[in-house]
């Protein structure tokens, strides 16, 4: 008696070999591609090394970018700057969180080199991690609103958004003015507030308003927690219920995203509470382990070129330039402002963060 | 037989090997996971993941997680069930274009689906707009009930096509004996049916489980409208979100892991215990015990009312919103535009980039999983010793920890500063990714279709002179090639679609078709994601077809 095995076996040594080598070979091809021009790079990087400074932007060609926000402003930079500069730009799109996930998974051995997030703590958290490289004498870095940058040259916030209350046209014919109006009755439950764990911006909303109204501050969003206010996702999942008319109005909406849904012709608009609101800077970043610092540096100068800024006004956004103005939605001097402290906020975001979860459970 | 034992040595080295390529590529990521949930702060901390543990809040999400599963588990046995019991037994057998139908749903992107239904229910949403009158119902969906039909609804294809396999193996002729003897319907169901059934259902059941408390799309679109909080959104938060901690997050992963382990190891000791020889040297044919005509109305009902569900609501609400000029506007005639197909399906846009992607990447992902798939398959057999039993476990890790938190391991493993093979970054990472996370389905499929063929078979090959090769090629090789055609179809689908490890691995400046959905998501271009979605979800439906009906021709046993 022959044991089955045993005619397994016979094949099995032939197709698993086979299977390996297969495997490998479709691994390696896929891989070949890159490791070339992974080599290439590397070699190009040793030779310019060795030659002159001059030459190393000549053969350096190269530039990584992570960005977060509305794509089709990052797009249009990065066209900008490829003209510009004939830097071939490869981009990693995704919200803050993603890419900071992205960065941290790839601590060991960094790809990226310049970040553009959408929160400001964030950046300041990759300050203080020493993960930063200062880049100091960046073109144009005095004009830009010094509450939002790092005077040492570590990020420049080249935009920024301010938050409102966003509502849809159709369902609420007289829009508040405070973020009190939010807690009367008639709202009960047809508001919804973007998730600090999710929304960089929403977060920043939460600790401004305590930065600036102290622990009694929390009493609007116990109120807002009364009336049935719905934590909804990120930014964007928290407008779009608007815009289909399921929800009446977002609390600490983004502005851009309204003005650009507006724009296209849906029934939606913003209005900033008289209060005072909270701005959320976009600050963008050279990482300490860059490999391509020349064209990093020639990044930062085009997003705070004047031909970028004038980009980031048409995406609805505040520029982050003071002397730049935009043209198609409320400008800084328009929006009425909390006073509020970035340190404070910096260090106290992962506690009131938990504190508002706690509170919405 | 000239060399018994030396063939004997290769089966033992094929085991070896089989573990070995496991190890790299799915055991070693997985202990990259727990290395970093343990080395906190630059230094070793054994207790840091029991901390995070001892958590009274996240035991309750746990409890939450589990509950989903076994409530899924039931509904998803309610639906395929009786829908594998018509598509085998019935006339409606013959309507082997349902069976590619029936895995749209399974095809269509969780959160998208999920989406569908929102859309579709909420307040003002288009149910209302349809049936005014309806507006008082519509909140009462917006429940624990309405999450677990979703669900259900969203996974029962894959309980589907198991248990009609396995319906079809048991072939006609068992029942009809039972019949012969006089055994009413349910006799026959509960002694003859539901026994060799329990093996397919059980690693069916179990894989939706696993899926289910895996899953991400769905508790992040509708469960966190209702407060329903599982694991899975507990991981992502830790991964995605400021101040990323991947200790916490893979200490939850091994808490989702040992959950995942028990149940496969009740799972694996139950299909020990109810494994049978059904396909032998007779051949198999459908029973005629069904056949009549007779009652044939109210199995169609059946049928169209799951596609309706299953397909006609959240297709309805997809293809509406991909329609609409204004989703504002709401369902109105005036409304309705084709431009965001226009916009997407132009030559040369980054749209028709992401969906070729997609393509090709699940293309070369599916074929590769299979090849692996059915070699890890065979290499088990019945998983009688320790070898074969942990090559099955290592098999199925990839099942039973969310996609996130491979995804996670296998960029600390392949973006190490040490790993000499610079796949990071490239396609070539996506396919292995997509290989790794999909390699279970094949391994299922092949492992139920191999486990239920009698040795005998090669023993009759064998004592006609077939050399193992012939044996293999002519025997075996036709007994599972449907297995792996299953296996084959269902990872295209879901790696066509997959978005979590897509988002995290790609090459910069790369998209798939998921990726694009969801970018379109987070610029407020719903419309155009969810005519990326049709699209692609048509796409896949195509090939599917164009596959089963190469497949069809081939078929040893029609």
């Given amino acids: 008696m022959v044991n089955f095995n045993s005619i397994k076996m016979g094949w099995k040594k032939g197709t698993s070999l086979t299977l390996t080598l297969a495997l490998g070979l479709t691994l390696a091809g896929c891989g070949s591609n890159a490791n070339s021009t992974a080599k290439e790079a590397s070699a190009s990087a040793n030779n310019s090394a060795m030659n002159t400074q001059a030459n190393t932007q000549a053969t350096d060609q190269k530039l990584v970018v992570y960005s977060a926000g509305p794509e089709g402003l990052a797009n249009k930079i990065i066209e900008g700057f490829e003209a510009q500069t004939g830097v071939k730009v490869e981009m990693f799109q995704g919200t803050t969180g993603k890419i900071l996930a992205r960065m941290e998974a790839e601590k060991a051995n960094p790809v990226v080199d310049v970040v553009i997030l959408a929160s400001l703590p964030s950046a300041q958290g990759l300050k203080n991690d020493g993960l930063t490289l200062p880049y100091p004498e960046a073109k144009n870095a005095d004009k830009l609103n010094p509450d939002w940058s790092d005077k040492e040259g570590n990020y420049f916030s080249s935009s920024a958004s301010a938050l409102g209350i966003a509502y849809n046209t159709k369902l609420v014919t007289t829009p508040p003015t405070s973020w009190e109006d939010l807690t009367k009755p008639e709202y009960k439950g047809r508001i919804n507030i973007p998730d600090p764990t999710l929304s960089g911006s929403a977060l920043d909303f939460i600790t401004g308003y305590i930065s600036d109204k102290g622990e009694s501050g929390w009493s609007l969003f116990e109120q807002f927690n009364n009336n049935d206010v719905a934590v909804a996702g990120a930014n964007q999942e928290a407008l779009d219920p608007v815009i289909t008319g399921a929800k009446g109005m977002v609390a600490a909406a983004v502005d851009y995203m309204t003005y650009k849904a507006k724009a296209k012709g849906e029934p939606v608009d913003i209005v900033y509470p008289k209060e005072g609101t909270v701005i959320s800077p976009r600050p963008a970043a050279i990482m300490k382990s860059t490999q391509h610092e020349e064209n990093a540096k020639a990044f930062i100068d085009y997003l705070l070129s004047d031909e970028a800024q004038k980009l980031v006004s048409d995406a609805a956004l505040l520029p982050g330039r003071t002397d730049i103005k935009a043209e198609n939605r409320a400008n800084l001097d328009e929006i009425p402002l909390l006073k509020v402290d970035w340190s404070w906020m910096n260090e106290h975001g992962a506690e009131v963060s938990d504190k508002f979860t706690q509170l919405f459970k | ?558």
């Fill in chain 2, 1 to 558: 037989m000239k060399n018994p034992s030396s063939l004997r040595h290769f089966r033992a080295w094929s085991i070896a090997l089989a573990l070995f390529v496991l190890t790299i590529m799915i055991v070693v990521p997985l202990v990259e996971i727990f290395v970093q949930s343990v080395y906190r702060d630059g230094e070793l901390q054994w207790a840091a993941p029991f901390r995070t543990l001892a958590d009274a809040e996240l035991f309750k999400v746990l409890m939450g997680s589990i509950w989903l599963g076994i409530c899924v588990i039931a509904g998803t046995t309610v639906l395929a069930l009786p829908l594998a019991w018509i598509m085998v037994n019935t006339r409606l057998a013959r309507w082997r274009w349902l069976d590619i139908v029936f895995l749209i749903p399974f095809m269509t992107p969780p959160y998208i689906g999920s989406m569908g239904w929102i859309l579709f229910m909420q307040k003002n949403g288009y149910l209302e707009q349809l049936i005014p009158g309806l507006s008082s119902v519509t909140p009462a969906f917006f429940s624990f009930g309405g999450m677990v039909a979703i669900m259900s609804l969203h996974l029962f294809p894959f309980l589907y096509l198991m248990l009609r396999g396995a319906l079809e193996r048991i072939g006609g002729s068992l029942e009809e004996a039972g019949a012969v003897l006089g055994a009413p319907f349910t006799y026959r169901f509960r002694r003859i049916i539901a026994p060799l059934l329990l093996s397919a259902y059980g690693m069916g059941a179990m894989l939706i489980f696993v899926k289910t408390i895996a899953e991400f799309g769905t508790p992040v679109t509708f469960g966190k409208r209702i407060g329903y909080e599982v694991m899975t959104s507990e991981i992502h938060k830790y991964i995605s979100s400021w101040p990323i901690d991947f200790g916490k997050a893979t200490s939850l992963a091994s808490v989702l892991l040992t959950a995942c382990l028990l149940v496969w190891y009740a799972q694996s000791i139950l299909s020990r215990r109810f494994t049978y020889s059904l396909v032998g040297g007779k051949g198999s044919r459908r029973s005629s015990l069904h056949s009549q005509g007779r009652g044939t109305w109210i199995y169609v009902i059946y049928v169209v009312l799951l596609l309706l569900l299953s397909i006609g609501v959240p297709y309805f609400s997809i293809i509406a919103a991909s329609t609409m000029k204004l989703r504002g506007v709401g369902l109105a005639w005036n409304n309705f535009t084709l431009d965001f197909y226009r916009e997407l399906l132009t030559w040369g846009s980054a749209s028709m980039r992401s969906l070729m992607n997609s393509v090709l990447l699940s293309l070369a992902a599916s074929t590769i999983a299979v090849v692996l798939g059915t070699w890890f398959a065979i290499v088990i057999g019945r998983s009688r010793t320790r070898m074969e039993r942990t090559t099955d476990l290592f098999s199925l890790l990839p099942n039973t920890v969310p996609g996130i938190v491979m995804v996670v391991g296998l960029i600390l493993l392949w973006n190490s500063p040490w790993m000499p093979i610079p796949l990071y970054n490239t396609y070539g990472m996506v396919i292995l990714t997509y290989v790794i996370l999909f390699i279970p389905y094949t391994v299922q499929y092949v492992k139920s279709a191999f486990g239920q063929i009698d040795s005998s078979l090669f023993q009759a090959g064998q004592v006609f002179g077939g050399k193992p090769h012939y044996v293999f090629r002519r025997v075996l090789l036709p007994l599972i090639v449907p297995g792996m055609l299953a296996g084959w179809m269902m990872t295209f689908t879901i790696a066509s679609r997959e978005l979590v490890a897509s988002l995290l691995i790609l090459p910069p400046s790369v998209q798939t078709s998921a990726t694009y959905i969801f970018a379109q998501f987070e610029q407020g271009q719903v419309s155009l994601g969810m005519a990326m979605a049709v699209v692609s979800v048509g796409l896949t439906t195509v090939m599917l077809v164009i596959i089963e009906s190469l497949g069809s021709k081939r078929k040893w046993n029609a």
